[in-house]
Structure formats: structure tokens, C-alpha cells
DNA sequence: CAGTGTGAAATCCTTCACAGCA
DNA sequence: TGCTGTGAAGGATTTCACACTG
């Protein structure tokens, strides 16, 4: 058995996602608006960070922005932000530079922002409460229509004016509420289950909280954010600082500040 | 076939990492734990959910574990796994596979397991409470040490046996605390001028919730957790299901309840 | 000119395939 | 015999560098 996505991990996240395949043999015609065909998956994570930073510089009043200015707000290098603009399409005026609300338009109608997308919360302990008042997600066009947990001592209660729902009426909620994204939160022994019991009535996007490896059907895209794992990483790079105190930047060389004015995704290998 | 990869996030990915200058010339050999020398960076993603699996398998009483089985508990390839592990070091057995506790001992070393790391919160929100809360930190080595908030109504209240400082006396409560880890769950606007601050007192790592890139001077390693990010990437996903009959793989037949709302396929395109 | 768009080179990562050892 | 460890092949991503255009 092996037909199944699971989770390959992010150069440097503890995030994984399974994705579209390829494009080797007879990839599957693909409608989508711009150039639905193969953007890379490096890219796709990416777009939202665009999005963002253009948001923050419209906000400001800019009304066009070069690929360097808008490079830098979004912490990736000039060149690699026009490369993936490129797959999306022609978008810029050379000489010029991007126009800001029609480069959002554009990656927005790409990652979906156009829709309306009903999510569906599975788990409502600490991390579910948060997530379910979390102010960031309709904002992105995301709007939370369901909340459901197994404990009696939550069911009924109200989070940010949903009710929530008893986890055995899971099939109902979700046809009624019409999500097709669903966000588990529950604890590690019951994701599985409750990702089941999600694909079966439809739901074909998760995005897991629980730390564990989820096993679904290959049409179903999971991505996984554990927090814990996101600390040991961190971990594992402040035990390489506890050596190699040298390396002193200061005075050495070129005085400029060294900030970092791009991080890209993955990274370079971590050197002794 | 879920073509099974990584996302870009690596930041795709939603997450992203700052990570040391590339190699100070003549480095001398640094002394850590098994070979500190040049381990991906995606395989230091990896390593946590290698420490996971196992600990998984390790709850169940198996004492001895093969690639293929390790591999398929932590959802990767079993070639993957075995190139991982390469890299600290020839820790399994030829023809046996690898002893559970002692593999754990071995990447537990290297992720930084063994120690105990203090860990601050900055912003005590819903996300900012959650993660006080949340009890996956402490099984894997980190000890919340300390909350602040700018809050008058939150400074001075008990989160797990803790009391929420007033970031007016931030400096001190790093220092007191002992703290290198730092966890920035404030909104947006106020995240960069913490993240000085931080910095500034000596904190060496930061995972930062707020939805915005920081810039950091260049030996601080910074790793970004955004939900609305990681929901578009799958909105991004789930629009392109849109279309697309389903191209059912496993030899079931198609139980699959077919979706139809949303999208009415808007032009089709073929492609290479 | 300034700044986009993009082949091509350089890197990084994953998968193969198999030699070699317990 | 079974499974690890690893060079080498194959992809994917990022970086370069520059032709091209408003």
C-alpha cells in the first residue's frame, strides 16, 4: 500500500503536503485561471507570502512595486520572486515594476482568495478555541462554518456564535456546512479516525494539527503543522550555535548590517 | 500515485528558516554530537518525525525496527529514511534493522533532545494561551519558562501555574529565565519591535506565529508558523480539484462521494 | 535606462540500485 | 538471507545573467 499521500517535509518546516502530481506521463488537463499547468510546489507555498506583503504595501498607499521592493517584503531573493511570479503569467511592465492591486488579483484568483472557503474545525481543546477565533482566517477568505468535539462538556457551547457540534453528528455538519477543507485539532489517538471519518463525507483538503502521520486516499491533500516539531528544529540549530562562538562578524570584513533579507525556504546546510 | 513531496515552505512552505552565514572558512571541527558537519537541511526537518515514529513503536514494545517499517510509521520512503540516517551517522544493524532506543538516543542527541530548553511566549492571545497549554512542548524537551504581555488585563494572570510578565520587564525576564528560545504569538504590528527586543537580550532562536517576515540580524535563527498561510496552500489545492474527475487510483472502485459545489470549471487547458 | 521575464547553470534533494555485512 | 549504508542517477529548486521592452 503506498498509493497514499502522505508527507514528504518541507526543507526546513515541519509542514508537508502532498501535491499534484508532476507532470510526467499524461498529466490530466488542468483548468484553473491563469496557468493552471505545473506550478511548482516551492512556488504555491510561496503565493500566500506575496499576498501578504502586497497587502501590507497597498496598505501603505504603493500603488506599484519593483520585484526587488516587494522581494524584500516578502523575505525571498528579487530573482526567485520573478521566477515564480513567471509561472503564473506576464504580470509586470518592464522598466516599471508590478502594479500592486492587479498583482493581488492575479495570485489571489490563483491561490483561491476569490472563493468564499467554509472550514470546518474538528477538535476544540486549547488550539482549537484559538484557532476557531483566529481573526486571520476570514481575512484570507476563509470562513469557519462548523465546529465539532466528542466531549459532552463542550458540545453545545459557543465559539465566536457557532455552536458546537457532538462529533457524532460529523457527517451531517459537514454536508450541511458544505466545507470541503476540514482542520484537526484534535488529540494524536483520535486524528486518524476523525480524518476518516472527514474523507469519507467528502472532505478532500486537511490540515493537521495532531502530531501524527495521517493515512489518506491520494486525492486527499493533508498538510501537517506541528509545534512541536517546529521547536526541535529550532532546538537542533541553538546546539550548533553552543559551539563555534568565533566566526564573530563584528569588525571582521565589511562592516554593513548583516540582515538576512531573504529566507528562503529550504536552506543551505547547516555548516560546522 | 500522490506524488509525494515537499512544499516550498518551506516555507513552504508556510515556514521558513535564517539560518548561519555559509562556512566561516577554516572552521575548526566542531564538537557536537555525532557528525555536525553538513546535515540537510530537509533532513533536519525530518529528524522530529523520526523521534516521533519511533516513540510511537517504542509505546507498543517493539524494541527492533527496519527502515521499511520506521519509514512507513513516519510517512517517507524507506531509501529516504536510510539516506537520513546516514547522515549522523551508521547507528542500524545489516540484515537486523535498528535498535529502538538506542536510534532514539542517537537523533534525540542531535535534535537537541537531551537538553532542556527554556522557551519564553510573548503574546498571550488565544494562539499565545494555546501554546502555554499545550503539552507537546514538554514531552520533547522544552520547559516553558515564561509569558509576557502587553496587556494590562492579561499581565498578572496564571496560565499554567505561570504569571504573565509585563513586556516592560521583558529584559529581566529573559535574563532571569535563562530563556534562548523565544515563541512570538503578538499581532503583526507589534512582532518586529519584540523580535528586537529579544534579540537584543540575546535570544538565538525564534519561532514567530505573528504574520509577518521579520528581519533579524543573521546569527538568529527564525522559523514562521502561519496558519492563513497553510489554509491558502490547500485552497490552492482544493480549487484545482475542482475540475478534474477523479482519477481514482486504488482499485476500489470509486466509493467516492463526488463534490459539486463551488467553481463551475472555467476553461480547460491542455497541457504538456 | 530600469526592471521584467527567462533560458541555462548551479545547488539541493530524492530515488535507484546494489555492494556488503551480520 | 535480509536489510543497512551509500555512490550515482534523476528531479526539483534556486541562482545567474542577460536579452528585451516600456
Known amino acids: ?153 463542550l458540545v453545545g457551547r459557543q465559539i465566536h456564535g457557532l455552536t458546537i457540534g457532538d462529533i457524532a453528528d460529523l457527517e451531517r455538519l459537514v454536508a450541511d456546512s458544505g466545507a470541503a477543507i476540514a482542520v484537526i485539532a484534535t488529540p494524536a489517538e483520535a486524528a486518524q479516525a476523525v480524518a476518516d471519518r472527514l474523507v469519507e463525507c467528502g472532505i478532500t483538503s486537511i490540515l493537521n494539527f495532531a502530531p501524527v502521520v495521517l493515512t489518506v486516499d491520494g486525492a486527499v491533500t493533508v498538510r501537517k503543522v506541528d509545534l512541536g516539531q517546529e521547536l526541535q528544529i529550532l532546538a537542533y540549530h541553538e546546539q550548533r550555535k553552543a559551539d563555534e562562538p568565533a566566526a564573530g562578524r563584528i569588525g571582521i570584513g565589511p562592516a554593513g548590517p548583516r540582515r538576512i533579507d531573504r529566507e528562503p525556504a529550504s536552506n543551505r546546510r547547516i555548516v560546522s
Chains 1, 2 share one sequence.
Not at 8 to 18: D, I, K
Not at 88 to 102: F, I, M, N, P
Not at 103 to 115: C, N, T
Open 1 to 153: 500500500m503506498a498509493s497514499q499521500t502522505r508527507a514528504g517535509t518541507l526543507p526546513g518546516s515541519g509542514v508537508a503536503a502532498a501535491v499534484l502530481p508532476a507532470a510526467p506521463l499524461g498529466s490530466p488537463p488542468a483548468a484553473s485561471p491563469a496557468a493552471a499547468k505545473g506550478i511548482p510546489a516551492a512556488t504555491v507555498a510561496r503565493l500566500p507570502v506575496y499576498l501578504r506583503a502586497l497587502a501590507g504595501v497597498a496598505a501603505r498607499g504603493v500603488d506599484t512595486i519593483s520585484s526587488g521592493a516587494l522581494a524584500e517584503a516578502a523575505g525571498v531573493s528579487s530573482a526567485q520572486l520573478r521566477k515564480d511570479l513567471s509561472y503564473l503569467g506576464s504580470y509586470g511592465t518592464r522598466g516599471v515594476g508590478y502594479d500592486v492591486e492587479y498583482l493581488r488579483f492575479q495570485i489571489g484568483r490563483e491561490v483561491g482568495s476569490a472563493h468564499d472557503w467554509p472550514v470546518i474545525i474538528v477538535g476544540l481543546g486549547n488550539l482549537g478555541t484559538a484557532l476557531a477565533n483566529y481573526s486571520g482566517f476570514s481575512s484570507r477568505g476563509f470562513r469557519v462554518v462548523a465546529l465539532v468535539d466528542s466531549a459532552p462538556e
